[in-house]
């Protein structure tokens, strides 16, 4: 139990540091709370232009497409703020940044991730937050103890799914010292896929996103129960159980692929 409050107390000092370094640059902050919000409200304004043209997408309104996204979203910014340093394991490979990790006597996994708290990055939850609230208000969404439980639950799961995929993806930079592209390609195609119901792809890609890169999960299945839509996989459990399942599942394979990759690192030498 100690041990955890060690790693918790330690958390706090990297957040504390990580949000000190990113507010000296004030006019970033307000770059970035200018920049975010209009990318997404553009998405969502894409949505509408796209169901006026071409009515319902499978049997999916606006405002159940909104729904979708704005869950999507609000996973994406929690990722933002908790997994961003993933996005740069290229970068830290390449730098020789694990060799201070290595000699200190703390997970390096943890480290790794802790390392750069990214404070500027609760930006990427104002557009999520308020699509997501319109979005339920439109779809009459329950505001019950159990629907809000099963929220936090689906955000969580989607949270560790995204979290396990940027990981993994990151961590091949161990094997190749090259992965950037594969996860500017890894975060494009997460953006797209969570925007739209899984339905509207042909039936291979379905599986393929729901067995082998499990981005169904993050939001499509979760929306589909939340709306009491036919369900498009059965599961013996409700599907945001199967989301943290998948979430817990996806983490577990992400660290031990970085563990791996670990050992193939080189320093960064003299």
């Known amino acids: 139990m100690s041990g955890v409050k060690h790693y918790f107390t330690v958390f706090g000092y990297y957040a504390k540091l990580a949000i000190q370094r990113q507010l000296e640059y004030p006019l970033f902050l307000v770059s ?30 606006f405002n159940d497409l909104a729904f979708l996204y704005g869950l999507g979203l609000l996973s994406h910014g929690l990722v933002v703020v908790f997994f961003i340093p993933t996005w740069g394991t290229e970068s830290a ?16 996994f943890f ?10 990055g609760l930006i ?30 689906t955000i969580i799961g989607g949270v560790l799914i995204r979290g396990g995929i940027y990981t993994i993806v990151g961590a091949v930079a161990f094997w190749t010292k090259r992965s ?14 969570t925007m739209y119901p899984l339905t509207l792809y042909p039936y ?11 981005i169904g999960f993050i939001s499509f299945y979760p929306a589909e129960s939340f709306l009491e839509k036919k369900a498009s996989l059965e599961l013996p459990f409700d599907m945001t159980i199967g989301t943290l399942i998948v979430g817990l599942v996806c983490m577990a394979v992400a660290y031990l692929v970085f563990r791996q990759g670990l050992r193939r690192y080189e320093s960064a030498g003299s």
């Open 180 to 193: 950037g592209n594969l996860i500017g390609m890894t975060i494009a195609t997460l953006e797209r896929t």
């Open 32 to 61: 970035w709370l200018l920049m975010i919000p209009t990318q997404y409200f553009a998405g969502i304004w894409m949505l509408r232009i796209i169901v006026d043209k071409f009515q319902p997408l499978e049997g999916w309104t």
């Open 124 to 153: 990427d939850l104002i557009p999520g937050i308020v699509i997501f609230l319109y979005a339920a208000h439109a779809v009459d969404f329950n505001w019950g103890l159990l629907s809000i439980l099963k929220l936090i639950i």
């Open 204 to 214: 291979v890609v379905q599986v393929v996103l729901t067995f082998l890169l499990p």
């Open 111 to 120: 480290q790794f991730i802790t390392g750069y708290f990214n404070f500027i």
């Open 93 to 108: 490979v390449l730098r020789g940044e694990f060799d201070r990790l290595l000699l200190r006597p703390l997970n390096v």
